[in-house]
């Protein structure tokens, strides 16, 4: 029996390998507990089970034997064990293969399968990854400190990517971030959204979510994301032809009512399984080959993959388990309930999480520079956080969560992942989009009744945590600066950060 779980839908998948239809049985199991570990946004529910359904009739289309247990079905079981051992039994299997799971917990329950199901369960190493684990603990044994430019350097050696034959990066340098993230121009024209209308597979789906878990966080309304590699390519393909060309230019860009931009939104497929890294890596490269999109774009599009992607997943399995439970700042806040959509006067935070609510997706830089920078300024408690980041967005599992939320927003793990915190004021947020003009508080104040929230909180952070970041070289001219401001103006500031964050409620 293979057992093919929720993000493993690749035909190529290590557990289906060398499956034979003649022989082997393909199990899938929407269970209860994966569907409510935490209040996942229905948008992803429905993305899964969609998916997972049309992966399985892809299967028995190719001449394999499913079979596949739905969430209503009166004798589920609920768990992917007990489901486990219920099939194994049902279907007589002899052996289990499993592909290793994308989270740490599904891991460690894995460990049971075996004596659950009464029959040996092999579990194979996930290969769809451009670096293995064990050789990211082989890169990372040894350095006193991770970096990711560094990592990166060594995939593109090691795959070629971008990589001129005598084994210079394309163009001459590594990373051309310094042509990249501007500010969008006012009047220039975005993208056409992508979309695929939900068939009746999806629409099944939809109708069984929304009985089920319609009252979590999230809109099932307008659901278009594909569910099939095929549309998934569709949607790449959309994107290289509109996205990429100013993908660099415009990364950091946020614009309101303007959801994706230059963004792929193709998180959820690859995680999902839909769309293969290397695949998309290769077709962004011939892009820029083909001379239809320039090098500064494809290369930071490249380094989000083999980069990024890679490198937070390295870091999740060599610190699992305790990287989750990490709060190097000592931050214990309740998380506002202004995350779940209770009403706020800020701007930029409204924006984004309602673009969450809709969409189930916001893109990088709304996650890191306004929830996260907000999360990372109030001292939210992180195990929360990242719980938030987990259900809401629709490319979220641990792995690549995990490392984002811990590491890169919130410091929690003391400097692993990145080398200070990113913390920002509201000038940050003003630069890159135009929230600040249509928000009651004046992002030019510090203090005050229309004082931007992020500019006092942002003081207070660097008084609050100067302890255990002054002495961080790369927060040196942060601290310069602070150091100059007067005495009273300091106190303002704590003043009003203290009141600010006493008003804050987990209500929603
Ligand atoms: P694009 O901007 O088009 O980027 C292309 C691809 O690069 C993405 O599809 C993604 O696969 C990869 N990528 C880019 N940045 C990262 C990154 N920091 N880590 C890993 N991959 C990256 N991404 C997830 O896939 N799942 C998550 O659960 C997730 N949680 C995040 C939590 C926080 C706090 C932050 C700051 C970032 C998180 N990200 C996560 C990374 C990033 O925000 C999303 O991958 C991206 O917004 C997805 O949209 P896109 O496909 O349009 O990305
Ligand atoms: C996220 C998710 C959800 C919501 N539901 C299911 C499910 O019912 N069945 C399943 O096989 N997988 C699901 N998943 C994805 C799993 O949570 C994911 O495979 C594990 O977290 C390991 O990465
Ligand atoms: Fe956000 Fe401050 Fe700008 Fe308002 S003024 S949108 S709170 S950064």
């Known amino acids: 029996m293979r057992y093919i779980l929720g993000d493993q839908l690749s035909r190529g998948i290590a557990a289906l390998s060398d499956a034979d239809p003649r022989n082997d049985v393909v199990l899938m199991a929407e269970v209860a507990d994966e569907a409510s570990y935490v209040p996942h946004h229905p948008k992803k529910i429905a993305f899964i089970f969609s998916a997972m359904r049309h992966f399985a009739a892809e299967l028995r289309e190719a001449g394999f034997t499913v079979d596949y ?5 009166p004798a589920n079981t609920g768990a992917f064990g007990s489901e486990l051992a219920r099939a194994v039994e049902r279907l007589g299997a002899a052996s289990v293969v499993v592909t290793h799971p994308g989270e740490w917990r599904v891991l460690h329950a894995m460990q049971d399968w075996q004596a659950e199901a009464g029959v040996p369960v092999e579990i194979r190493e996930d290969d769809r990854f451009f670096c293995s684990r064990a050789e990211f603990r082989g890169w990372a044994e040894g350095r006193r400190q991770l970096r990711m430019e560094f990592f990166y350097r060594e995939m593109r050696r090691g795959t070629g ?3 001129d034959e005598d084994g210079t990066p394309a163009g001459g340098a590594w990373n051309y971030d310094v042509e990249n993230r501007k500010p969008l121009p006012a009047r220039l024209a975005t993208p056409p959204e992508f979309f695929v209308q939900p068939d009746a597979v999806t629409r099944d789906v939809l109708a069984l979510v929304g009985s089920r878990f319609g009252n979590n966080f999230g809109t099932l309304e307008g659901f278009d994301y594909a569910v099939t590699a095929r549309d998934a390519e569709r949607a790449l393909a959309h994107f290289l032809e509109h996205g990429l060309p100013s993908f660099g230019d415009y990364q950091d860009a946020m614009r309101q009512g303007e959801d994706r931009l230059f963004h792929s939104v193709i998180s959820p497929y690859l995680n999902a399984g839909l769309l293969d890294p290397r695949a998309v890596c290769a077709a962004v490269e011939q892009a820029w080959r083909d001379g239809l999109a320039p090098l500064n774009a494809v290369e930071g599009f490249i380094r989000q993959i083999l980069g990024w992607r890679e490198y937070v997943r390295g870091i999740y399995w060599l610190k699992m388990p305790d990287y989750a439970q990490t709060n190097r700042l000592g931050a214990y806040r309740a998380l506002p309930g202004l995350f779940w959509g209770a009403p ?4 930029c935070l409204h924006q984004c999480v309602d673009q969450t609510r809709r969409l189930a997706h916001a893109h990088h ?20 956080v990242a719980e938030w980041y987990l259900a809401v967005y629709i490319d979220a599992y641990e792995w ?8 890169m927003i919130l410091y929690a793990d003391g400097g692993y992942l990145g080398s200070k915190p990113y913390a920002a004021s509201g000038k940050y947020i003003d630069r890159m989009s135009d929230y600040c003009r249509h928000c009651r508080y004046d992002v030019k104040q510090t203090t005050g009744e229309r004082a931007c929230p992020f500019n006092f909180l942002y003081w207070n952070f660097l008084m609050a945590n100067a302890p255990m970041l002054r002495g961080n070289q790369r927060m040196a ?11 009273a103006k300091k106190a303002a500031v704590q003043d009003q950060a203290a ?8 209500d929603y």
Do not use: H, K, W
């Open 499 to 506: 009141a600010f964050l006493g008003g804050l409620s987990s």
């Open 365 to 384: 830089i709304q996650r890191l520079m306004v929830t996260g920078n907000f999360a990372l300024l109030i001292g939210a408690r992180p195990s929360e």
């Open 69 to 73: 247990v739905t969430l209503d079905d």
């Open 400 to 407: 690549v969560e995990l490392p984002n939320v811990q590491g």
């Open 161 to 163: 990517l971008l990589m």
């Open 344 to 347: 706020t006067e800020m701007n």
């Open 477 to 487: 001219m942060i601290y310069a600066s602070l150091d100059r401001m007067d005495e």
